[in-house]
């Protein structure tokens, strides 16, 4: 289903950066559409008020770094990708790419050792 909604997605903002000429524009309706529902989940949730406060607290005690925070702006990058390119590269080739470069920035990363493991070789 995931993968599913990847596609979804690049076809629905690739669409939207065409109509409104911008594909900026159009990763700021994505993200704030997808902002406005999770604020309205996280105060309706008890589950997510509880995750709010508890994000403040390891922020505001600094068990949580700065820098892991930043998850999200990934993920405006990613959909902002999406509303420039998604439409002249087609969707499957968009999607290629991106699992192209999460394959090779992965490599890196444990390689590198910053995720959760340890440094980790590249084998076959």
């Known amino acids: 289903m995931c993968g599913a909604g990847g596609a979804l997605q690049a076809r629905i903002n690739g669409q939207l950066g065409v109509r409104l000429h911008d594909g900026i524009a159009a990763a700021a309706i994505s993200f704030g559409t997808g902002l406005a529902l999770m604020c309205l989940l996280a105060a309706a949730l008890p589950a997510g008020r509880r995750g709010v406060a508890g994000l403040l607290a ?43 470069g999460q394959t090779a920035s992965s490599l890196a990363v444990d390689r590198l050792g910053l995720g959760p493991a340890p440094p980790q070789p590249v084998s076959a």
């Open 58 to 100: 390891a922020v505001r005690t600094r068990r949580l770094r700065w820098w892991q925070c930043l998850g999200g702006l990934a993920g405006a990058a990613y959909v902002t990708s999406q509303g420039v390119s998604a439409v002249a590269l087609g969707v499957a080739a968009f999607t290629v790419a991106v699992v192209g």
